[in-house]
């Protein structure tokens, strides 16, 4: 079955630390991005990529990085500089004839303690 | 103002009701039009797809673009429980990928 998977599903950190959220497609998509959810709001864009190599940041970007040396794979890094990183994390994918189309994986929720 | 706006809720409704969900947004060049659902902590799947004006059925689920009006509607009809989720509205200009999201509307479906 072709989609995307993220992992963990749920994640806690101790404050400081750095932490690394898996995405992984197999869609075959040349586009990937990351955005937050907070209870209540909609979804705000971190980083995106449309190409191996090559991204972009979005909206609320300080204190992530991500790569994308594989088109398959595009991990974020959560780290220390983000103050308030308690959210839900989602990865999308999209490609082919429809570019605005975005597909999702099912989340990661972090949790800082 | 945000580019789309979109009442949170929650929309409570009984099953069998037609619902109403609706976003309405400022930016005219945009094209494409979206409606997501998301389960409760699941991740967004992608319900309807529009481009430009006009409507788009598909089960029960109907997209309506007002272009002119910069409004879009996803209507619901015999609602049920299991139609109980957030719906997220998003649109892009087209080509550059990026989407511009509402905050999602809550939906409950009551037996």
């Known amino acids: 079955d072709g989609g995307i998977t993220q992992s963990p599903k749920y994640l806690f950190r101790k404050e400081g630390q750095n932490v690394t959220l898996s995405c992984e497609q197999n869609?075959?998509?040349?586009?990937m991005y990351w955005y937050r959810q907070d209870p209540g709001q909609g979804l705000r864009l971190i980083y995106y990529?449309?190409?191996?190599?090559?991204?972009q940041k979005g909206d609320i970007a300080e204190g992530y990085s991500v790569s994308r040396e594989k088109k398959e794979s595009f991990p974020l890094t959560v780290t220390s500089a983000q103050k308030n990183p308690t959210a839900f994390y989602l990865c999308?994918?999209?490609?082919?004839?429809?570019?605005?189309?975005?597909?999702f994986g099912p989340g990661t929720r972090l949790t800082v303690l | 103002q945000k580019e789309v706006e979109q009442d949170p809720g929650p929309l409570s409704v009984p099953e069998g009701a037609i619902v109403s969900l609706n976003c309405t947004y400022s930016?005219?060049?945009?094209?494409?039009f979206m409606w997501y659902r998301q389960y409760s902590r699941k991740g967004p799947e992608l319900l309807m797809y529009?481009?430009s004006s006009g409507n788009k059925e598909d089960g029960r689920f109907t997209a309506q673009v007002d272009k002119s009006s910069k409004y879009i509607s996803l209507f619901i009809r015999d609602s049920q429980p299991s139609d109980s989720a957030t719906y997220l509205c998003?649109?892009?200009?087209?080509?550059?990928?990026?989407?511009?999201w509402g905050a999602g509307t809550k939906l409950i479906i009551k037996p």
């Open positions: 869609l075959n998509h040349d586009a």
């Open positions: 529009t481009y």
């Open positions: 998003a649109m892009s200009v087209g080509n550059n990928y990026q989407l511009i």
């Open positions: 999308a994918s999209s490609g082919g004839l429809a570019q605005d189309e975005q597909f």
């Open positions: 930016n005219s060049a945009f094209q494409y």
């Open positions: 990529s449309q190409i191996v190599n090559d991204f």
